[in-house]
Structures are given as C-alpha cells and as structure tokens.
C-alpha cells in the first residue's frame, strides 16, 4: 500500500499563486508516474499535470504555460506550482501515484483549491 499526503490548498484571488505538495510513503519502490487530478463541483476529475520517476512531464491544455509540475525522488515528494490562477481552477486537487509493476492507482484525499475573482 501507499500512502499519499498533500498541502497546500487554500484561497487565493485571480491572478495569484499556491504551491501544492504531495509526499509518498510505504511500498513507494515501484512507483513511477506521480501526478496531479483535480474535480470541480459537477464534473469529472481530470488530469492536470504528471511526471514520470525519469522527469517526463505532462500538462493539461488549460495549465500549460501557467502550472508547473516537478519531483524530489529523495522525498518521495511531487509538487505542482500554480501561477496565474484563475476562478476556472477552483477544484479539489487530488496527487496520484501509479504502481508500474501491478498497474494499480494510488490517490490522496484532496485539498481544495478554491479561486477568488
């Protein structure tokens, strides 16, 4: 099993930033993409960035240019920086890990985002 803890979630006006974080721990060894989703009241959840153990990235259209996804494989640790935030961002962001080696998905429970205009 793993476990995944994210913070950085808050409320901040348009055209601000946050920082979210997300650390791993447990059976961590054969984890490989991390991630980033996020689900807006009334819809689906969606990707929004990813990384790879290796460093590939990526992005939804919507973030591109304005979130930025990165990793510290030392502390089990990614990250999204979100720059220009706009009201369509507000979301409950939720980190993903997937464990290569039995194809299973790991979720957090989310922290919310939430984008004032």
């Known amino acids: 099993q793993v476990q995944l803890v994210e913070s950085g979630g808050g409320l901040v006006q348009a055209g601000g930033s946050l920082r979210l974080s997300c650390t791993a721990s447990g059976s961590i060894f054969n984890i490989n993409a991390m991630g980033w989703y996020r689900q807006a009241p009334g819809k689906q959840r969606e990707l929004v960035a990813a990384?790879?153990?290796?460093?590939?990235?990526n992005y939804a259209d919507s973030v591109k240019g304005r979130f930025t996804v990165s990793r510290d494989n030392a502390k089990n640790t990614v990250y999204l920086q979100m720059n220009s935030l706009k009201p369509e961002d507000t979301a409950v962001y939720y980190c993903?890990?997937?464990?290569?080696?039995?194809?299973?998905?790991?979720w957090g429970k989310g922290t919310l985002v939430t984008v004032s205009s």
């Open positions: 990384i790879t153990s290796g460093g590939s990235t």
């Open positions: 993903n890990a997937e464990d290569s080696s039995i194809q299973v998905d790991y």
